[in-house]
């Protein structure tokens, strides 16, 4: 069996396209995959829990626990990259049986255990680096997003690196993690006496707010 074609550099472990000859609930699967990132992403549940449904109900087919573990971990790192405090619960049933490199993300999600040196090289070089410019070098949007999140949670995110996490979400129309990242540097701001950058942050997180509503 063809295993799911995932974009291990991006660090969110989504799946890019699965090559022409994939079985059909492989291309299933990773097109419910990219559908649920840009729902979830964007803000529209009732969407995203539809696609992740349809993802996981086409990866189980095989029941290959490292296929399925990879769903999981996606949905954990779009979660994360957005703020959320999670600790992956549909992965840890498939830890026995997924391949080494998704237990190593999944520590490294979780924030302690993991090793370093097999994590995707995007990951890799802003845990290692850990500077603004080591984010700014990941191409690929989630994965930045994600490499911020995880410095953050470690206290090691650098004070530009929030506009840079910021501009990373607003520039894809990413509502949910644009507003998570928008209240978090408020609240940063507000910590260190800033109070009309804070103010400023806070009118943008309610203009985004109001143009959301129907």
């Not at 990879?70 to 994360?80: D, F, K, N, S, Y």
């Not at 840890?92 to 520590?107: F, H, I, K, T, V």
């Not at 700014?136 to 953050?152: E, G, Y």
């Amino acid at each position: 069996m063809k295993r799911l074609l995932l974009l291990l550099a991006a660090a969110s472990l989504l799946s890019a396209c699965a090559a022409p000859s994939s079985p059909r609930w492989l291309l299933e699967t990773d097109a419910a995959l990219a559908a649920w990132r840009d729902a979830y992403l964007g803000g529209d549940e009732r969407a995203a829990s539809r696609e992740l449904a349809l993802a996981r109900r086409e990866v189980g087919r095989g029941g290959d626990a490292t296929l399925m573990a990879r769903v999981e971990l996606t949905v954990c790192a779009g979660q994360i990259a957005s703020l959320a405090a999670v600790d992956c619960p549909a992965f840890q049933p498939l830890a026995a049986d997924a391949g080494a490199a998704e237990n190593n993300y999944a520590a490294y999600l979780a924030g302690f255990g993991f090793a370093v040196d097999p994590l995707p090289a995007a990951q890799r070089q802003a845990w290692q680096g850990g500077a603004t410019a080591d984010l700014a070098a990941i191409a690929d949007p989630l994965a930045r997003l994600v490499a911020a999140a995880m410095l953050r949670r470690a206290g090691r995110l650098a004070d530009d690196a929030y506009a840079l996490a910021i501009d990373t979400a607003a520039e894809q129309g990413w509502r949910r993690p644009l507003l998570a990242w928008l209240a978090a540097d408020r609240d940063r701001l507000l910590a260190r006496g800033e109070t009309a950058a804070a103010a400023e942050r806070q009118r943008r997180i309610e203009r985004i707010v109001a143009a959301s509503k129907p």
